[in-house]
């Protein structure tokens, strides 16, 4: 009998998987996120990057096979053994890394927000289809599971909500009472005294792009997410969990709105603070509006239209609405394995264009909340209207080498 030979996928081509073959993963970041992410069927991790010795160590050892280790993430994305890269590194990394890989012809699995500005995601968007390459950003709630606390799926919501029967616009209302509660007091430190480097942690690399500060272990790891340089607070963290499905379910993943509105007390320049609420308003004039913490009345339909109402569980207050509905067609069918995308090479449910525009709806808020103060949006030239001081936020400078 003939031994089975198992040849790579570089020397095949891209998008060809031979039936012995088996698709091959790395992760950049392997803090909790990047360990909590490695058992995705029909992959075997093949290497791990991290600037940090102990997460690094502690990524070799998520599996019992010897893996390749890397201190510097272009070494992991250029391995010619790696299939696809996953990017599980604070947001203010997730735009060089993302369009690096796409450059490099691997497939990407990226955490969310897809990136920390507007600019950022043009450009991994362009990548991406540039280069051919298959984009999963890693939040499920327009494909699969009930949202945190709302107690339904998206689909049905989709189904209700295409149908008419709820009529037109329509507000969804996010709040605490939907699960919008976790995470949300993501905030920073005002002031943090300078403390010296830990010898594992490469702290000039974990910063990278962003502006130079001195260390404090609240600005890394876990509480990062309470800085402007790297993240936007819990709307950065989970507020792409919370929007993306209702950008699904309002068709408008070809858009985004055109004012977004902030109650919020003024945020200090470097930490991130709390606020009350953000709305933001379409052109058609559909609303979403997020409640922040304890804020919100918990009798607020989720989703409101002028000839019906949607509550918690599914709920609707539209007579004989299930009989009603039974009559529409099903949402269009979508690719929810990104193994299945990466061999089919067919775009995966949330890919790097749908993305963009749900992380475009999430920096939106967090430029207002910065700014604190009302801003007008054109969606087709991804930019914000007669205001100089939010478009300079739109594509900050890099810090070198980064920046161009």
């Known amino acids: 009998m003939a031994a089975l030979t198992v040849i790579p996928r570089h020397v095949l081509g891209r998008g060809f998987t031979a039936p012995s073959d088996q698709l091959t993963k790395g992760i950049i970041g392997v803090g909790a996120m990047g360990r909590g992410h490695v058992g995705y069927g029909g992959t075997r991790l093949v290497a791990v990057c991290d600037v940090d010795a102990r997460h690094l160590?502690?990524?070799?050892?998520?599996?019992?096979?010897?893996?390749?280790?890397?201190?510097?993430?272009?070494?992991?994305?250029?391995?010619?053994?790696?299939?696809?890269?996953?990017?599980?590194?604070?947001?203010?990394?997730?735009?060089?890394?993302?369009?690096?890989?796409?450059?490099?012809?691997?497939?990407?699995?990226?955490?969310?927000?897809?990136?920390?500005?507007?600019?950022?995601?043009r450009q991994v968007a362009e990548a991406v289809s540039r280069h051919g390459s298959m984009f999963r950003l890693n939040t499920w709630f327009r494909m699969k599971d009930s949202f945190y606390g709302l107690g339904s799926p998206v689909r049905p919501l989709k189904k209700l909500v295409q149908s008419g029967l709820l009529g037109w616009p329509l507000t969804v209302t996010v709040s605490k009472h939907t699960g919008f509660d976790w995470k949300f007091y993501w905030t920073g430190k005002e002031y943090l005294e300078p403390q010296p480097v830990p010898p594992e942690l490469d702290y000039d690399m974990w910063l990278g792009p962003a502006p130079w500060k001195p260390y404090h272990p609240h600005r890394v790891h876990q509480t990062f997410r309470g800085y402007?340089?790297?993240?936007?607070?819990?709307?950065?963290?989970?507020?792409?969990?919370?929007?993306?499905?209702?950008?699904?379910?309002?068709?408008?993943?070809?858009?985004?709105?055109?004012?977004?509105?902030?109650?919020?007390?003024?945020?200090?320049?470097?930490?991130?603070?709390?606020?009350?609420?953000?709305?933001?308003?379409?052109?058609?004039?559909?609303?979403?509006?997020?409640?922040?913490?304890?804020?919100?009345?918990?009798?607020?339909?989720?989703?409101?239209?002028?000839?019906g109402n949607v509550y918690k569980n599914f709920v609707c207050d539209i007579p004989d609405w299930e009989k009603k509905l039974a009559d529409y067609p099903e949402p269009e069918a979508q690719i929810t394995d990104f193994i299945e995308s990466v061999k089919t090479r067919r775009p995966f449910a949330l890919n790097e264009q749908n993305g963009f525009r749900s992380a475009t709806i999430v920096n939106m808020g967090v430029v207002a909340l910065r700014l604190n103060r009302t801003l007008h949006f054109d969606p087709a030239k991804l930019a914000f209207i007669d205001d100089e001081a939010a478009n300079r936020l739109l594509n900050p400078p890099m810090r070198a080498p980064w920046g161009k």
Not at 89 to 97: A, E, Q, S, V
Not at 245 to 270: G, I
Not at 292 to 303: N, R
Request: a negative charge; one cysteine or more.
């Open 57 to 121: 160590e502690a990524g070799r050892a998520l599996v019992t096979d010897r893996i390749a280790a890397y201190r510097d993430f272009r070494e992991l994305i250029w391995d010619k053994n790696v299939d696809i890269v996953h990017i599980a590194t604070p947001p203010h990394w997730h735009g060089l890394m993302s369009i690096e890989a796409a450059a490099a012809g691997k497939d990407i699995w990226c955490e969310k927000p897809m990136t920390r500005t507007i600019g950022e995601g």
């Open 228 to 307: 402007w340089d790297y993240d936007g607070g819990g709307l950065g963290d989970m507020g792409q969990h919370y929007i993306d499905p209702v950008q699904y379910f309002l068709d408008k993943d070809a858009t985004s709105p055109v004012k977004v509105e902030v109650d919020a007390p003024p945020q200090h320049p470097d930490a991130i603070g709390t606020w009350r609420s953000i709305t933001y308003t379409y052109a058609d004039g559909c609303r979403i509006i997020l409640w922040g913490g304890d804020y919100g009345h918990p009798g607020t339909p989720y989703i409101a239209g002028p000839k």
